[in-house]
């Protein structure tokens, strides 16, 4: 059993061999809490944390740095949404208040087709460009 050393400080940085930034992990004024990993030319691709009002978050970002993949957890919401490499939201997974939705989106990140099942039951609908809906079914 050896000795434990504490080591105190608000921002931990990891550097590779070549001096690049490759990780992060601190805390801000507010109260948040992260943890940030990059690839070897220094560009963030993992970030994750809690923010100070609680929300948990995990965040992943593609070889431009462009966030695409979103993990996150408040109060009575779950979420995972995924963003194309134009940054379009096209899906989002969601438990709100207990009741699942599913939520596919066309190029321009308008709503086309949805499942969902709330206290009524399962229910499936599409909607057109516009966002009208062409067909719904419980």
């Known amino acids: 059993y050896a000795d434990s050393t504490i080591i105190e400080a ?32 220094g560009k963030p691709r993992v970030m994750n944390g809690v923010m100070a009002d609680g929300t948990a978050m995990v965040n992943l970002r593609d070889e431009a740095g462009e966030p695409r993949v979103f993990l996150q957890v408040s109060g009575n919401e779950s979420l995972l949404s995924m963003r194309d490499a134009k940054q379009k939201g096209r899906l989002y997974i969601q438990v709100n208040n207990d009741e699942p939705l599913i939520n596919l989106r066309d190029a321009n990140a308008q709503g086309r087709a949805f499942l969902s099942v709330d206290q009524q039951g399962p229910a499936l609908w599409f909607n057109d460009a516009s966002g009208k809906n062409v067909f719904t079914q419980r």
Do not use: H, M, Q, Y
Request: net charge negative.
């Open 10 to 41: 608000t921002e931990f940085r990891l550097v590779d061999a070549a001096g690049v930034l490759r990780g992060r992990f601190g805390t801000d004024p507010a109260g948040a809490v992260w943890l940030e990993l990059a690839d070897k030319s």
